[in-house]
C-alpha cells in the first residue's frame, strides 16, 4: 500500500504565503509524477501545478510566477509554495501521486493516489 499525508494548509491573508507538502510512504519503488489540484466550492478540480520525475514542472497561467513546486526524492515529498495568494484561491488542495509500488512478493506494479486534501484560506 501506498499512504499520502498532506499537510501545510491553513488560513492566510491575501497577499500571504503557504507551503503544502505531500509525503508519500509505503512500499514505493518509484514516483513518476506528483500534481497539485484545487477545488473551490461549486467548482471543478483544476490542475495547478506538476512535477514529473526528471524534475520537469508544470503551472497553471493563473499561478505561474508565484507557486512552485519542488520535490525532495529522499523524503518522497512534493511541495507546493503558494506567494501571494488571492482570496479566490480559497480552496481545497489535493495532491496526486502516480508512480510504481512494490507488492508483498516483490512485484512492481503501478499506482495513482489522491491526497486527503487540505483547505486553504485566503482572506482579503
Known amino acids: 500500500q501506498v499512504q499520502l499525508v498532506e499537510s501545510g494548509g491553513g488560513l492566510v491573508q491575501a497577499g500571504g504565503s503557504l507551503r503544502l507538502s505531500c509525503a508519500a510512504s509505503?512500499?514505493?519503488?518509484?514516483?513518476?509524477?506528483v500534481g497539485w489540484y484545487r477545488q473551490a466550492p461549486g467548482k471543478q478540480r483544476e490542475l495547478v501545478a506538476a512535477?514529473?520525475?526528471?524534475?520537469?514542472?508544470t503551472y497553471a497561467d493563473y499561478v505561474k510566477g508565484r507557486f512552485t513546486v519542488s520535490r525532495d526524492n529522499a523524503k518522497n515529498t512534493v511541495y507546493l509554495q503558494m506567494n501571494s495568494l488571492k482570496p479566490e484561491e480559497t480552496a481545497v488542495y489535493y495532491c496526486?501521486?502516480?508512480?510504481?509500488?512494490?507488492?508483498?512478493?516483490?512485484?512492481?506494479?503501478?499506482?495513482?493516489?489522491w491526497g486527503q486534501g487540505t483547505q486553504v484560506t485566503v482572506s482579503s
Open positions: 496526486n501521486v502516480g508512480g510504481i509500488r512494490l507488492r508483498p512478493e516483490g512485484v512492481p506494479e503501478p499506482f495513482d493516489y
Open positions: 509505503g512500499r514505493i519503488f518509484s514516483i513518476n509524477g
Open positions: 512535477i514529473r520525475s526528471g524534475g520537469s514542472t
